[in-house]
C-alpha cells in the first residue's frame, strides 16, 4: 500500500508549504493530528479557516487586521506625525511590545531585492511613500543589510526635504567586538557619538 488515503495525501502535500516541513515531517504531522488528537486537528482546521477568510490588511499601514483600519491606526491617541517604516507584521508588535513608539506605522512587505526578483512595488513602497507625506518624521525601521540598505535609500529618495531618521547602527549589547563582521564594526565606528 503506497498511500492510506486521497485525503491523507493531500493533508500531507498542503503542511509542506510551512517553512522547514518536508515529506516525512509533514507525514508525522499529519498521523499525529488524525492518529492522537482529532479534537487539535479540528481546532487548527477552524483556527486556519478563520485567521484565512477574517484576517486582511489594514488599509492605512497594512499590518494584518480583521477591520479596515487596524486598532493603532483608528487609536486617536497615537501621534499621527510620526511614521515608524517597518518590514514585516512581526517586526510592528516587537516595537509595540518595546513600548518605544507612539506614533503610527507603515508596514512593508519585505525590502526592495532586483536579485530576487522584489520590485519597490512588491515591497509596497508607492503605498509607504504616499503615507509618509503626511508625517512630519518618518523613521526607516529596516534590516541592516543589503536590501535594507537600498530599500532605505530608494525611500530617502523619494521623499525630498522629509524628515527622514533610521536606526542608529552600533555595536549590539553583550556582542564581543572581536566577533564582530567588519561592516557592523564600520557603521558602528562612523555613527560614533560623544558622551
Ligand atoms: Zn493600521
Redesign the pocket.
Known amino acids: 500500500m503506497k498511500s492510506f488515503s486521497p485525503l491523507f495525501d493531500e493533508l500531507q502535500k498542503s503542511l509542506q508549504v510551512l517553512p522547514g516541513v518536508g515529506p516525512r515531517s509533514a507525514q508525522r504531522m499529519a498521523l499525529m493530528l488524525l492518529e492522537r488528537d482529532r479534537a487539535s486537528a479540528n481546532r487548527l482546521a477552524e483556527a486556519l479557516s478563520k485567521a484565512s477568510n477574517d484576517i486582511q490588511h489594514?488599509?492605512?499601514?497594512?499590518?494584518l487586521?480583521e477591520s479596515l483600519?487596524?486598532?493603532?491606526?483608528?487609536d486617536p491617541a497615537r501621534e499621527a506625525e510620526r511614521l515608524l517604516v517597518v518590514e514585516n507584521p512581526g517586526q510592528l508588535l516587537a516595537f509595540e511590545r518595546a513600548g518605544l513608539h507612539s506614533g503610527?506605522?507603515f508596514v512593508l512587505n519585505g525590502l526592495i531585492s532586483p536579485l530576487d526578483g522584489i520590485s519597490p512595488e512588491d515591497a509596497r513602497v508607492p503605498q509607504c511613500i504616499e503615507r509618509s507625506k503626511t508625517a512630519s518624521e518618518v523613521i526607516l525601521a529596516l534590516s541592516s543589510s543589503v536590501e535594507g540598505e537600498a530599500t532605505c535609500q530608494y525611500i530617502r529618495a523619494q521623499l525630498p526635504g522629509k524628515t527622514v531618521t533610521r536606526l542608529a547602527r552600533g555595536v549590539p549589547m553583550g556582542s564581543d567586538i572581536e566577533q564582530l563582521d567588519p561592516s557592523t564594526l564600520g557603521l558602528a565606528f562612523g555613527a560614533r557619538e560623544s558622551f
Open positions: 489594514c488599509q492605512r499601514c497594512f499590518v487586521s483600519e487596524c486598532e493603532i491606526c483608528a503610527q506605522y
